[in-house]
T-cell receptor, first 111, second 114 residues
Framework: GENVEQHPSTLSVQEGDSAVIKCTYSDSASNYFPWYKQELGKRPQLIIDIRSNVGEKKDQRIAVTLNKTAKHFSLHITETQPEDSAVYFCAARSNDYKLSFGAGTTVTVRA | GAVVSQHPSWVICKSGTSVKIECRSLDFQATTMFWYRQFPKQSLMLMATSNEGSKATYEQGVEKDKFLINHASLTLSTLTVTSAHPEDSSFYIC??????????FGPGTRLTVT
C-alpha cells in the first residue's frame, strides 16, 4: 500500500515568514495529492490539492509543488499569519481511491 | 454544497457496551464512505471503506466484528463499536465521496470509553 512520510513534525515561524512542509510517497500510481488543515477537535479542511499531471498550483498565499519523478510534494505558505497555526496533513490517493495521510506537521506562527 | 454530518459529536460509554455513530451526506449521494480513527496528536488512519449496498472493506488490523459498518443508503453509513474498551477511545471521522473521488469529511465523533 501507499506510504506517505511528512516532515517536519513541528514548525515554528515568525509571523510574515514562509512555512514549507515536505512529503514523500511510495506508490507511483498515486495521482492526487491533497493538503488538509486541522484545528484541534475539528474535521480536516482541504486547503489545496494537486493532481499528477500538474507540477505546481497556487491559491493566494498557499502553493503546492509536485515532483513525480522523485515522488515528493511540498506545501508552501507565504506571509504566515497567526490564524495559519494548526496541524497540516499531506495525503496521497492511489487508484483504489483511498487516502493515505502523512503524520502531520504542527505549525505555530509566532506573533 | 458537499456537507457531511456526524452524530453524535461526542459520546461517553461504559466499557463493554456498544455505541453507534452515524455519518450522513446532506446534499449529495455518496456512493462511497470512509471511516477513519484519529488518536490524540496522531494522523488519520483509515479503518474501512464502505460502498452503498455492499459489505465494507476493512484495513489490515481492523477487526470487522468489533467495528460494524453499515452503508444502507446513499446518504447514510453507520459505524458501531461493539464491546467498547478504553483503548477504543478516539476521534472517529467519516468522509463521503461520489464514486470514490474527492472526500468530504464529517465533523468527527469523540468517543470516550470509561
Amino acid at each position: 500500500g501507499e506510504n506517505v512520510e511528512q516532515h517536519p513534525s513541528t514548525l515554528s515561524v515568525q509571523e510574515g515568514d514562509s512555512a514549507v512542509i515536505k512529503c514523500t510517497y511510495s506508490d507511483s500510481a498515486s495521482n492526487y495529492f491533497p493538503w488538509y488543515k486541522q484545528e484541534l477537535g475539528k474535521r480536516p479542511q482541504l486547503i489545496i490539492d494537486i493532481r499528477s499531471n500538474v507540477g505546481e498550483k497556487k491559491d493566494q498565499r498557499i502553493a503546492v509543488t509536485l515532483n513525480k519523478t522523485a515522488k515528493h510534494f511540498s506545501l508552501h505558505i507565504t506571509e504566515t499569519q497567526p490564524e495559519d497555526s494548526a496541524v497540516y496533513f499531506c495525503a496521497a490517493r492511489s487508484n483504489d481511491y483511498k487516502l493515505s495521510f502523512g503524520a502531520g506537521t504542527t505549525v505555530t506562527v509566532r506573533a | 454544497g458537499a456537507v457531511v454530518s456526524q452524530h453524535p459529536s461526542w459520546v461517553i460509554c461504559k466499557s463493554g457496551t456498544s455505541v453507534k455513530i452515524e455519518c450522513r451526506s446532506l446534499d449529495f449521494q455518496a456512493t462511497t464512505m470512509f471511516w477513519y480513527r484519529q488518536f490524540p496528536k496522531q494522523s488519520l488512519m483509515l479503518m474501512a471503506t464502505s460502498n452503498e449496498g455492499s459489505k465494507a472493506t476493512y484495513e489490515q488490523g481492523v477487526e470487522k466484528d468489533k467495528f460494524l459498518i453499515n452503508h444502507a443508503s446513499l446518504t447514510l453509513s453507520t459505524l458501531t463499536v461493539t464491546s467498547a474498551h478504553p483503548e477504543d477511545s478516539s476521534f472517529y471521522i467519516c468522509s463521503a465521496s461520489i464514486s470514490g473521488k474527492e472526500q468530504y469529511f464529517g465533523p468527527g465523533t469523540r468517543l470516550t470509553v470509561t
